[in-house]
């Protein structure tokens, strides 16, 4: 970018991974963070997003939790929200490929 002399202005939100050190050296790009909670104005359909993809993966997580009520009152296992990482990521998967265009 110095070579072709050419200046970029990035805007990213407040989050604490976008925060850049102090010593940082950015030739040709200017950082602007937005004000806190802008991501809510500027995107507004991230929110229910979220949301979607909240609500389908709690709805597996709850049925998994019923799926192991009689284990548990057995004995059998530990409790109901004791899932295998793999099995919760499979659960996130699902979840995020059944929310819709519409959502």
């Given at each position: 970018?110095?070579?072709?002399?050419?200046?970029?202005?990035?805007?990213?939100?407040?989050?604490?991974?976008?925060?850049?050190?102090?010593?940082?050296?950015?030739?040709?790009?200017?950082?602007?963070?937005?004000?806190?909670?802008?991501?809510?104005?500027?995107?507004?359909?991230?929110?229910?997003?979220?949301?979607?993809?909240?609500?389908?993966?709690?709805?597996?997580?709850?049925?998994?939790?019923?799926?192991?009520?009689?284990?548990?009152?057995?004995?059998?296992?530990?409790?109901?929200?004791?899932v295998p990482l793999n099995e919760a990521?499979?659960w996130a998967k699902d979840a995020w490929a059944s929310?819709?265009?519409?959502?």
């Amino acid at each position: 970018m110095v070579v072709q002399d050419r200046k970029i202005l990035l805007l990213v939100d407040n989050a604490p991974p976008h925060m850049l050190l102090e010593e940082t050296l950015l030739t040709n790009v200017k950082l602007k963070m937005l004000p806190k909670n802008a991501t809510a104005y500027l995107q507004p359909q991230d929110a229910g997003i979220i949301a979607s993809f909240k609500a389908k993966y709690r709805k597996k997580q709850v049925q998994n939790a019923l799926d192991q009520i009689d284990a548990v009152m057995e004995g059998r296992q530990d409790g109901l929200f004791e899932v295998p990482l793999n099995e919760a990521m499979q659960w996130a998967k699902d979840a995020w490929a059944s929310v819709t265009p519409a959502t």
